[in-house]
């Protein structure tokens, strides 16, 4: 099993920033992908980034350029930098661990509990 601790949401304003960070636990030496999402209030969970364990990543169009996901593997954490925030970006992010490179939420195995993100205008 693997355990996920997201932290670092909060409220800010338009074109304010936030640095998201995934704590993994337990059995990190499997799942080599690791990814964050975000669900609004009455949408579906969306994919917003993801990274391997080379720290190759890739990003949803709506956040290219403005976010930037790295990760430590020493301490097995991953991070989310949010830059240049927008209120449309208002949402529960989700850090989510798994051992695919997909884009798919229900393609990942563990998930942290969601730390709440609101950008007002």
């Known amino acids: 099993q693997v355990q996920l601790v997201e932290s670092g949401g909060g409220s800010v304003q338009a074109g304010g920033s936030l640095r998201l960070s995934c704590a993994a636990s337990g059995r990190t030496f499997g799942p080599n992908i690791m990814a964050w999402f975000r669900q609004a209030p009455g949408k579906d969970r969306e994919f917003v980034a993801r990274?391997?364990?080379?720290?190759?990543?890739s990003y949803a169009d709506s956040v290219k350029g403005r976010f930037t996901c790295s990760r430590d593997n020493a301490k097995n954490t991953v991070y989310l930098q949010m830059n240049s925030l927008k209120p449309e970006d208002t949402a529960i992010y989700f850090c989510a661990a798994g051992s695919r490179w997909v884009t798919t939420s229900t393609l990942y195995d563990y998930w942290g509990q969601g730390t709440q993100v609101t950008v007002s205008s």
């Open positions: 990274i391997n364990r080379s720290s190759s990543t």
